[in-house]
Structure formats: C-alpha cells, structure tokens
C-alpha cells in the first residue's frame, strides 16, 4: 500500500505562490495516477488537479486553470503542485491522493483511494 506525505503549505499573501510536494513509500510510484484535492470545513472535497503515470496527461480544475501547475518526478516518487496568483479562495486543506492507473489516464476524482494527511495552505494578507 502507496503511503503519502504532503509538505509545502503554509501562509501566503494574496497573488503570492507556494510549492507543495508529495512523496509516495511502499510502491511502483510510476504505476500510480496522482492527485491534488481540496478542502474547506463544512465543504466536500474538491478535485484540484490530475496526472497521469507518466506525466503525459494532466487535469485541472477550471478554478485553478492557468495559476496552477502539476508535475511529477517518477525517479524521486513524488509529485508536486505549482501555485501561483494565490487568492484567498484558494485557501483550503490540500490533501495528495493516488490509484493504481494502468492505462496512463488521469483519474475521475472519486478514482482515488489513497490519501495524505493534508497540508494546510492559507492565503491572507
């Protein structure tokens, strides 16, 4: 079972940028689709961003299009998530998420079954 730990977050000003990163133990990083989500108290967790096995295919959010940016590195069995132009409705708990994906898709959201513990990203002045 693919164990993950989330770090990068933090406090940020608004139009500021922030890094986080993901490092997957215990599997074949390269046979894993990974996920970014989000979440506010008192709201579902939402879908931020996607990418395939091998990074050839990526998902966004139509919130997060255009200031976001995910990447992976298969030989470090981690995954990142460029932020940029942070606002404060981009402040949320972001949780990395995996599933096994043989067909070098990105995931539907509920796709997912594994998660990290969270990183707390807030954006305020």
């Known amino acids: 079972q693919v164990q993950l730990e989330e770090s990068g977050g933090g406090l940020v000003q608004p139009g500021g940028s922030l890094r986080l990163s993901c490092t997957a133990s215990?599997?074949?990083?390269?046979?894993?689709?990974m996920g970014w989500f989000r979440q506010v108290p008192g709201k579902d967790r939402d879908y931020v961003s996607g990418i395939s096995s091998t990074g050839g295919s990526t998902y966004y959010a139509a919130s997060v299009k255009g200031r976001f940016t995910i990447s992976r590195d298969n030989a470090k069995n981690a995954v990142y998530l460029q932020m940029n132009a942070l606002n404060a409705e981009d402040t949320a708990v972001y949780y990395c998420?995996?599933?096994?994906?043989?067909?070098?898709?990105?995931?539907?959201?509920?796709?997912?079954?594994?998660w990290g513990q969270g990183t707390q990203v807030t954006v305020s002045s």
């Open positions: 215990g599997v074949a990083f390269s046979t894993y689709a």
């Open positions: 998420a995996a599933t096994v994906e043989p067909k070098n898709r990105v995931p539907l959201g509920y796709e997912y079954g594994v």
